[in-house]
């Protein structure tokens, strides 16, 4: 494995910033660690990096040991760049200054040709004797990142790398970087709270809780094979149905008998919350269920309904937005999941 | 990464690293802890004998001298300092911009050429009372110079810009304001800064008649010009005259008790001034218009003290300077200004540079401890400059005498005698306990101006420790690096009671020539020396007004 952790903690005081964290994470992968602020990914990263110690644990990469409680490789020796969320880029240096920092092992001729082939590849060839102050925000992102894959690191730790860009700036970026880092066979681990962010540069994400992983998963078994009921929550939208089980692989709700693809593992008789979400919540005026449209967001191409049942249970439904309906209107629906995701009701 | 094997650093390797640069930093501030340390000893062990001694003839009339003096000059100071801050910040009249940065030009001149340059001129036998007694007959009705009164008015003249300074920053970030807030609640311009202005602006005032305080108290060279006995003049005379050090080191800790109330005071002002600054400076707010006899009055004001501390002063400097050159500008006086320049610089570029390297070693190792004691190095710059001389001879002495008795046993009456005390490396442990923190509150501000992730990138590109200290830091800190160089150059060259004390025999500098001439009353020959003072002190002084029009 490229970089592994390993039950790795990190604790400030009495509290734990990361218990027990453990992934894999393959040559040429991009990871990204995803959780709302507080979460730990942060220390995580840092761990990695080698700010930060740890407590428990071991942190590998290519099966060497970079970090155990107590002991730790500097982080200078670890061939490890680092991408920051402020970008810290060195403003008495000029761009190619920037980026051939890290390269002093290099002789002169090669510095230049390495120098050159990075700026070429974020496009910043032009730019190469202004300084940072001078270009605007994303040149700034794409002068730390050539910076950070320059001497050509095992893994490039991307902290928060987008979150001082406006949003617009922000999702083209995050496909640009990562096309970089994938035309340049980089290993990279992200660390961010923006799931569509994580989603476009990712290939492996991990949400995180509190210092814990909940699930570490492609961003399709996140949306659609979430863990936890925390992953349900904090990955896209949706709302929790009330059901009972009838057979292991049926559920019986509000909105009618609720099938399992594949072997269901619940017992008859328990009581459980089925996970819809909008896309699961089909509009069809032929159904003879009927919900209430209580809010409506217009999103150009579909609505957002929120529907309200006759129990005073919600649901979200994406309807196409020429089906044009007032609030207080009821609607027909047609409950149609691709991959219904029930967990055990806490009383 | 390469399969060659990786050491990893354990905790004991760390620690050792942490302790090492400990004790480097501890060694780089040893000069400026043992003078404090060494007097504040005298403190807690004084000697019956000296102390009676002092408690009768000495104490009851510096004690005085030096409390009317500082409370004086204090109150003369503040009220100087924020009146014209008032007029020039907010208020417009006829030379408003010239005056906003001339008025921080006696900056320049060090009390002690004021007070030469007021005493050769004012005195029964200057230009002005012989041209009186000409014209008139008699001077006798002319208030005499040396005075409580005169050295009062000299030194309120020569230290008001630090109140003037501070009192102004605060009216212009953020009276503004408030003031326009004030008006809008129906009060008039008056009420305004008497209920809004003022009490917004206490702490900036009171941390800057603070240093006017401490400046005071340290003065040697001003009070010593008018005969006015003090702390430092007393001290200074226990240590030539009565050639008694423990003497002079129990008047410098009873002074060192006063400067730490000073001090004190100082702290606490500071530390207000963090919660009442605005952001706003980009509002040009409207100027109180000042027409009529209003407007010719505050012109007046204005120009009244600049002529009186830095205008006319200069003049006569010239007048006398022009009147010696002739025999004075001789192989002599550029032995002075070579002996200055070669003290100046190489404090200056030692002094630099253990800034540079308590300031990182604080940044990068910054515990309580450490910064503990990064802070009482750096209080050498609120002692004065005779008690520090003490502190650092009185230990040199001891030193001296255990070599030389050492010496002596060994070798019998082939023995060198040995005189450290008379050496340039102690007046330069003098001023480095004196001016570290002139070098290092530049550096230590420019460093925190350079973020933690900066570092943290260098790191992860492979410049770790003096790397990121010559690759990183260094080149970021060029400007303040060279502040802090030149603040260190100007104050050693007006540096007047340590070099006296400690310098090596014969080794005159420009100020020890100005101290010279004028404890002989030749003031014309001490013009000289005093103008190169002076034409150096500008240097910081237009640096400071500089930044001022950046604020206005």
């Not at chain 2, 100087?80 to 030379?95: H, K, Q």
């Not at chain 2, 009353?521 to 007004?545: D, N, Y």
């Amino acid at each position: 494995m490229w970089l592994e952790l390993i039950d790795v903690a990190r604790t400030f005081g009495t509290r734990a910033a990361v218990n027990g964290l453990s992934f894999q994470l393959e040559r040429g992968a991009i990871g990204c660690l995803l959780g709302p602020s507080g979460c730990g990914k942060t220390t995580a990263l840092r761990c990695i990096a080698g700010f930060e110690s740890i407590d428990a644990g071991t942190i590998r990469a290519q099966g060497t040991v970079l970090a155990q409680p107590g002991r730790s490789l500097p982080p200078e020796r670890r061939h490890i760049g680092m991408v920051f969320q402020d970008l810290a880029l060195f403003p008495h240096l000029t761009v190619q200054e920037n980026v051939a920092f890290g390269l002093t092992r290099l002789s002169r001729d090669e510095r230049a040709r390495r120098v050159g082939e990075l700026l070429e590849v974020v496009g910043l060839s032009d730019r190469r004797t202004q300084y940072p102050h001078q270009l605007s925000g994303g040149e700034q992102q794409r002068v730390a990142l050539a910076r950070a894959l320059a001497p050509k690191p095992d893994i490039v730790l991307l902290d928060e790398p987008f979150s001082s860009l406006d949003i617009e700036l922000r999702e083209r970026l995050s496909v640009e970087v990562r096309s970089v880092l994938k035309q340049l066979g980089a290993t990279a681990l992200l660390v961010t709270h923006d799931q569509q962010e994580a989603f476009t540069v990712a290939d492996v994400v991990g949400v995180m809780r509190d210092g814990k992983l909940e699930q570490w998963a492609t961003p399709y078994d996140l949306y659609h094979r979430p863990a936890t009921r925390f992953v349900a929550d904090f990955i896209g939208q949706g709302v929790f149905l009330l059901g009972d089980v009838v057979s292991p692989n049926a559920v019986q709700t509000e909105v009618g008998v609720v099938h399992m693809n594949g072997a269901g593992e619940m017992r008859p008789g328990q009581r459980v919350d089925l996970l819809l979400r909008p896309d699961d919540v089909l509009h069809d005026d032929a159904s003879s269920l009927t919900a209430e449209v209580c809010a409506r967001a217009f999103r150009g191409a579909e609505f957002l309904y929120t529907l309200k049942l006759p129990s005073g249970a919600r649901l979200l439904s994406l309807v196409p937005s020429h089906h044009d309906h007032a609030i207080g209107e009821h609607i027909g629906i047609r409950i149609e999941p691709d991959h219904v995701v029930a967990f055990e009701r806490e009383e | 990464m390469s399969a060659v094997a990786v050491e990893l650093e354990g905790p004991r390797s760390r620690g050792v690293r942490n302790s090492r640069s400990f004790l480097l930093l501890l060694l780089l501030c040893l000069p400026a802890l043992v003078p404090l340390f060494v007097v504040l000893t005298a403190v807690f062990t004084p000697e019956v004998e000296i102390w009676s001694h002092l408690a009768r003839y000495v104490l009851p009339v510096v004690t005085t001298n030096t409390l009317v003096l500082v409370v004086g000059v204090s109150v003369g100071a503040a009220l100087l300092g924020t009146s014209l801050a008032w007029l020039t910040s907010t208020c417009e009249f006829p030379g408003r911009r010239i005056f906003e940065w001339a008025l921080l030009l006696p900056l320049a001149m060090p009390g002690y050429v004021l007070a030469f340059i007021a005493v050769g001129f004012l005195d029964f036998t200057g230009p002005l009372q012989t041209w009186l007694r000409g014209a008139f007959g008699s001077s006798s009705w002319f208030p005499s110079i040396r005075s409580t009164g005169g050295v009062i008015l000299v030194l309120t003249f020569s230290l008001y810009p630090y109140v003037y300074l501070l009192a102004r920053g605060a009216f212009l970030t953020q009276g503004r304001r408030a003031q326009e807030a004030a008006r809008t609640l129906g009060m008039t311009p008056m009420r305004a800064l008497w209920r809004v202005v003022l009490p917004m602006a206490r702490p900036w005032i009171v941390a800057g008649t603070a240093l006017v305080a401490m400046e005071t108290l340290a003065d040697f060279g001003t009070v010593a010009v008018f005969n006015y006995d003090t702390f430092t003049t007393a001290i200074y005379r226990a240590w030539f005259g009565m050639f008694s050090v423990n003497a002079a080191l129990e008047l410098a800790a009873v002074l060192l008790v006063f400067v730490f109330i000073a001090f004190a005071l100082e702290r606490r002002s500071r530390a207000n001034l963090r919660f009442a600054t605005a952001r706003d400076l980009s509002r040009q707010a409207v100027r109180i218009e000042l027409r009529g006899v209003r407007a010719v009055v505050a012109s007046l004001c204005a120009a009244l003290v600049l002529g009186l501390g830095f205008v006319l002063p200069v003049l006569q400097l010239v007048v006398w300077a022009f009147a010696r050159a002739a025999s004075d500008l001789d192989a002599r006086y550029f032995e002075f200004i070579l002996h200055s320049v070669l003290l100046a610089g190489s404090a200056a570029i030692i002094i630099t540079g253990a800034s540079l390297l308590v300031a990182y070693l604080e940044r990068q190792y910054g515990s309580t401890p450490v910064r503990a004691l990064v802070r009482i190095s750096t209080m050498g710059y609120a002692v004065p400059g005779t008690v520090l001389a003490v502190g650092i001879l009185v230990p040199i002495i001891g030193l001296n005498n255990v070599l030389q008795h050492g010496l002596s046993t060994w070798l019998g009456d082939a023995a060198p005698s040995l005189l450290l005390q008379g050496t340039l490396a102690t007046v330069l442990l003098a001023y480095f306990a004196r001016f570290l923190a002139v070098g290092f509150n530049p550096i230590e501000s420019g460093l925190s101006r350079i973020t933690a992730t900066i570092d943290e990138a260098a790191i992860t590109l492979g410049a770790a420790g003096t790397a990121l200290l010559r690759r990183v830091h260094v080149p970021l800190l060029r400007t303040s690096l060279m502040t802090a160089a030149i603040l260190v150059f100007v104050d050693v060259m007006k540096e007047m009671p340590i070099t006296l004390i400690a310098r090596p025999f014969g080794w005159d500098t420009l100020a020890v020539r100005v101290f010279e001439m004028t404890s002989e009353g030749e003031w014309e020959r001490a013009a000289l020396p005093a103008l190169a003072i002076v034409l150096v002190g500008l240097i910081p002084a237009a640096m400071l007004t500089r930044r001022g029009e950046h604020v206005a």
